[in-house]
Nanobody, 122 residues
Framework: QVQLVESGGGSVQSGGSLRLSCVASGRTFSNYGMGWFRQAPGKEREFVATISWSGGMTYYADSVKGRFTISRDNAKNTIYLQMNTLKPEDTAVYYC???????????????WGQGTQVTVSA
């Protein structure tokens, strides 16, 4: 089992920045690919970013490319999502997830956190 706890959400104005963190406990963190997803009210949970176990490979949804950066610190069992130039359409609950290799699809992940709310006002 892997337990994931997100933090760092909050309310910001359009154009602002936030950094989300996700701390993992349980099985060896560095064995897992990691990802960030988000879910806005009334919408499906959607892919945001993924990172390989080593951190050497990252991939982003087109909607966040160039604004968001995913990273990880295996020594701290933590991944991060640096979010810059935030827009109102980024408002959602953000979830981190762990899977064998990561990926862009929800079914590729075995473990999920409880989520952290991000609200961006115009």
């Amino acid at each position: 089992q892997v337990q994931l706890v997100e933090s760092g959400g909050g309310s910001v104005q359009s154009g602002g920045s936030l950094r989300l963190s996700c701390v993992a406990s349980g099985r060896t963190f560095s064995n897992y690919g990691m990802g960030w997803f988000r879910q806005a009210p009334g919408k499906e949970r959607e892919f945001v970013a993924t990172i390989s176990w080593s951190g050497g490979m990252t991939y982003y949804a087109d909607s966040v490319k160039g604004r968001f950066t995913i990273s990880r610190d295996n020594a701290k069992n933590t991944i991060y999502l640096q979010m810059n130039t935030l827009k109102p359409e980024d408002t959602a609950v953000y979830y981190c997830a762990a899977g064998p290799v990561g990926g862009t699809m929800r079914y590729e992940y075995d473990y999920w956190g409880q989520g952290t709310q991000v609200t961006v006002s115009a």
